[in-house]
């Protein structure tokens, strides 16, 4: 849970600042009638955490696997950025396939990574409908609270996950986390 937590703050963050970055790649759902906002969630937010998790993560990153733990993660990454089918999306896509990659191979099981996905999806649809109902430096603001407390909350989270923190965590079922060249502390920072 704190790797899953982790990586959502990553692809959180990253996302925001991704977003202002390349306004382009941002999708905009502003839609008023309860119709259209269920459609939209259950298109947009529910079914692409289910469906992408299982198909890049339980399919493809399992079985590429067999060549190698870093192979799996930067391939099925690959896929799930090119199947976004957008340059403007592709980098966000496939930096986010990397972290949930990662948590997936840790944590060894989907339902994380679904998680992850679908509160990723989820904060993404809420903020992009606050986006069109509330004036632009309101919206700014907003993201930023959100950013604040999302890394307030995860910084400590991190230090479960540093090894040298070790004997922390060894006492998890997930066993030696410190072999992870991911988990090192400059790739942590990172």
Known sequence: IRITFVGFSVVFVFGIFYGMAFPSAAVSYAYTDPVSIILTFISA???PAFLEEY?????FCRELTVHGHLFA???SALLFGLMHFSYYSFPYAFICGIVIGFVYLKTGSVKYTVALHFAQNLLSYVLSVIGSLVDGDIY???????VVVICVIALPTLYFLIPNNYEKFAEK???NVTSSA?????????
Do not use: D, N, Q, W
């Not at 198909?55 to 399919?59: A, F, G, I, Q």
């Not at 700014?140 to 959100?146: D, L, P, R, V």
């Open 182 to 190: 991911f988990l090192t502390f400059p790739m942590v920072v990172l």
């Open 73 to 75: 993660i930067i391939s």
């Open 140 to 146: 700014f603001k907003i993201i930023m609270s959100a």
């Open 45 to 47: 937010v529910a079914v």
């Open 173 to 175: 079922e997930y066993g």
């Open 55 to 59: 198909l890049y993560r339980e399919l």
